[in-house]
């Protein structure tokens, strides 16, 4: 007999985009046309045969999907425990998860008539994940970037431009990502009629933490495939970092009605989660909006958004998207902390011991499955996701030897 | 009856057209607000419009957002403008004040308690940029029970069904955003903002203010032409900031705009 009383994950968000008391619509006036237009299309495109069949083909062909699972042998045989298995999106085309949504929302993008794609990007992978699709599919394409980010992204701006997209350094606040998100929605509010803004991450106001976990969600089903053909079972713990958090949400949802798996939603603790100097607004932040949504931020007493530190820029965001917010009060998924100098101790690990070089943000899912999984039995397993590669990350980590390449 | 109210009734009396001035409390520095205040009413302003500080202000043109930073630098909270709006009081008891802001400074002081502050130091009205009525129900039960007006912002994009929706929770007036963009950015285009507040006028019969795109005084006398109340803020932001080493020089600067706009609206 079903139990009624329990909660249905796949139920979320209602229909004015709410997981609980977070998430909704706040923005000014004028974008609730646009995204109500945004909500229709995509409703009807997600169930439409013939572009699941298109978004399929690209993921496959153009992206590299599906992405392997390996089993960490000599990572997991370092500290005994459970089995760690890597989700590697840091194969995909473009070096990370990003592209799988940035190829749904710009073929969304297309069947509503769009001709221009903007963008806010803040280490720059969601910055050349959809420069790259749009030059794929020959739309005009817009970055907005933080200076800050800019000057320490040189790379990736680099290649943003080669793929014909333009990067406008943003000038206003901290000059970082949070920033350029805020830059993009002026654009949007601008430039509506031949606009489609693609945003990189869960957040923003609904339908984008819906969408985006959608087409993120394709990680999570392939993860769970994977495992039982691997493995015949499910796996004990899911481990992810979270900075917006769609690489978490994306391997996490499919998985949230199987009760026995556990969730670790992994953040920025920076220098400490003490020094304040950190990205970790579900484990130090509290309930606010921010950029269309309410969630959990970093927050001063007055309610302004306070600067964020974490080695790692994508991780470098003072919210985090309301799935997430509601997931952590649920008491669904765990959300834990971890430092930059963590992070670095298993980018080097997973590096020597595996021959595959880590995202720094990936690092900090990496430093914390493996305390996780020492913790754990042999015949138990912890299925990481890792996001990306740490290709863009190799001037962070050689400056910190004090070398430059 | 509400000083909004009042205040729109004296002025159709008068066959008048209220003329609202925006700046940001406690741009450059706290010290200018409360004098700038009474030198825009001494001026001709109808109402002043009162902008909260905040740290990622999304809906504002690059005019503003540098407003906000200068206040932020100076610490200024949603607490210190209701203190500069309770200073204001002391000596003018009719100007209608309304705050324009975001959610987030109100959702940390909370609701309730924001509204009983604000009510209390003489805040008649509250735009906040980022809550459409859908998920305003906590926020205008605040308001209400402290008698302030919740005005709401109308857009180019507002469809009939979503004009009637916003009418039927605003109060005060409503405030048409003239132009599809943020503060500051553009000329607005007067017929189509003619055809528009025929449209809402069908809606409500609240006063209409028309504000986002008005530099000068013939664009407000324009708008005067066909709106209850011009809102402009930009222009005046922008001369803030070039005085901003001359704080002595911003009423006196900002004076004589508004009673260059007054005049010309008060030409039709």
């Known amino acids: 007999m079903p139990t009624t009383n329990q909660t249905d994950y796949f139920g979320q968000p209602d229909a004015r985009g709410h997981f609980g008391r977070y998430g909704g619509m706040f923005v000014s006036e004028t974008l609730m046309g646009p995204l109500r237009e945004l909500r229709e299309a995509y409703e009807k495109y997600i169930l439409d045969e013939s572009f699941l069949a298109e978004l399929d083909a690209d993921l496959q062909d153009y992206v590299g999907r599906p992405s392997p699972l390996y089993f960490a042998r000599r990572l997991s045989e370092r500290r005994g425990g459970a089995r760690i298995y890597l989700k590697r999106e840091d194969l995909n085309h473009t070096g990370a998860h990003k592209v799988n949504n940035t190829i749904g929302q710009a073929l969304l993008a297309r069947r509503m008539g769009k001709t221009r794609i903007i963008a806010e990007t803040g280490a720059g992978q969601h910055g050349v994940a959809t420069a790259t699709v749009a030059a794929r599919l020959g739309l005009e394409c817009v970055v907005y970037m933080g200076a800050v980010d800019i000057a320490r992204q040189e790379a990736n701006v680099y290649r943003m431009r080669m793929l014909g997209a333009k990067v406008v350094a943003v000038e206003s606040g901290s000059k970082t990502l949070k920033d350029a998100l805020n830059e993009a929605m002026r654009d949007w509010v601008t430039n509506i009629d031949n606009t489609f803004y693609i945003i990189g991450t869960v957040a923003g106001p609904h339908p984008y933490p819906a969408m985006v976990r959608d087409f993120q969600a394709v990680i999570g089903r392939e993860a769970r495939e994977q495992i039982l053909r691997q493995t015949g079972k499910l796996p004990d713990a899911l481990v992810a970092c979270v900075g917006g958090g769609s690489n978490a949400i994306g391997l996490f949802y499919p998985f949230l009605n199987d009760a026995s798996v556990a969730m670790y939603g992994v953040e920025a603790a920076g220098k400490g989660l003490e020094t304040g100097c950190h990205a970790a607004p579900l484990c130090a932040g509290t309930p606010g909006v921010l950029h269309g949504n309410r969630t959990y931020l970093m927050q001063d007493k007055d309610g302004q958004i306070i600067e964020t530190h974490s080695i790692s820029a994508g991780l470098d965001y003072p919210g985090v998207g309301p799935e997430h917010a509601w997931l952590k009060d649920s008491g669904r998924a765990n959300y834990v902390a971890v430092t930059d100098q963590e992070a670095l101790d298993a980018f080097h690990e997973l590096t020597r011991r595996e021959g595959i070089i880590p995202a720094l943000e990936s690092s900090h899912a990496l430093a914390y499955a493996t305390g996780l999984a020492a913790s754990m039995k042999p015949d138990q397993i912890v299925l990481v996701n890792l996001s990306g590669r740490g290709d863009k990350d190799m001037h962070t980590v050689a400056a910190l030897d004090g070398m430059k390449v | ?268």
């Open chain 2, 1 to 268: 009856m509400s000083r909004i109210k009042q205040r729109f009734e004296q002025l159709q009396a008068q066959h008048k057209t209220a003329l609202i001035p925006f700046v940001t409390a406690g741009d450059p520095n706290p010290e200018v607000t409360v004098p700038l205040m009474h030198a825009m009413v001494d001026s001709g302003a109808s109402m002043i419009e009162l902008g909260v500080p905040f740290s990622d202000p999304m809906a504002d043109g690059p005019v503003i957002q540098r407003a906000n930073e200068r206040a932020l630098k100076q610490h200024i909270s949603l607490r210190d403008v209701i203190g500069m709006v309770r200073r204001f009081r002391e000596q003018d008891s009719a100007t209608p004040v309304i705050l324009m802001g975001y959610l987030n400074p109100i959702e940390a002081l909370g609701y309730q308690r924001f509204a009983e502050l604000a009510g209390e130091a003489g805040v008649d009205g509250v735009i906040t940029v980022d809550i459409p009525p859908e998920e305003a129900e906590d926020y205008l039960t605040a308001l209400r029970t402290h008698r302030i007006d919740a005005i709401f912002l109308l857009a180019p994009t507002s469809d009939e069904q979503r004009i009637k929706q916003i009418c039927d929770a605003a109060s005060g007036f409503v405030y048409y955003v003239s132009v599809k963009g943020t503060t500051g950015s553009a000329s607005l285009a007067i017929g189509e903002v003619a055809g528009k507040l025929f449209h809402i006028r069908k809606a409500t019969r609240l006063p209409i203010g028309v504000g986002f795109g008005i530099k000068d005084p013939e664009s407000a006398q324009a708008v005067a032409q066909v709106a209850d109340a011009v809102i402009v803020g930009s222009v005046l932001v922008n001369r803030i900031e070039a005085l901003t080493e001359q704080p002595e020089a911003i009423a006196p600067e900002l004076s004589n705009s508004i009673s260059q706009m007054r005049t010309a609206m008060d030409l039709i």
